[in-house]
């Protein structure tokens, strides 16, 4: 499976943004696809994740409430719309591909077929 991730740019604190993430490629029953982000000097870290088949979703708790992780199987497109960003949301955003995601953990070795990522940008 390939990734390729969309969307990315600079907003102002408290703006919304909605990243794509174009899947290609063979899809697997058991694909899922994840959200990832690395902050300036920091280290990848989970952001959410979902079952292509199922739909189930999981995020980190922290962030659960400004994003939502969405597919569109047809169009072999996964989102993740995120709202009332913030400066502490600044950095590149990756989509990554896991399999059976009820076993999957968040941390990112369990993922990989990562994308080139998409700059956010949150000013103040």
């Known amino acids: 499976v390939r990734l390729a991730e969309s969307g990315g740019g600079l907003v102002q604190v408290g703006e919304s943004l909605r990243l794509s993430c174009a899947v290609s490629g063979r899809i697997l029953r058991s694909f899922a696809l994840g959200w990832f982000r690395r902050a300036p000097g920091k280290e990848r870290e989970f952001v959410a994740a979902i079952d292509w088949r199922e739909g189930n979703t999981d995020y980190e708790d922290s962030l659960k409430v400004r994003f939502t992780i969405a597919r569109d199987v047809s169009r072999n497109a996964g989102y993740l719309q995120m709202n009332n960003l913030q400066p502490e949301d600044t950095g590149i955003y990756y989509c990554?591909?896991?399999?059976?995601?009820?076993?999957?953990?968040?941390?990112?070795?369990?993922?990989?077929?990562w994308g080139q990522g998409t700059q956010v940008t949150v000013s103040s």
């Open positions: 990554g591909a896991t399999y059976y995601l009820e076993s999957a953990s968040h941390s990112e070795r369990d993922f990989g077929s």
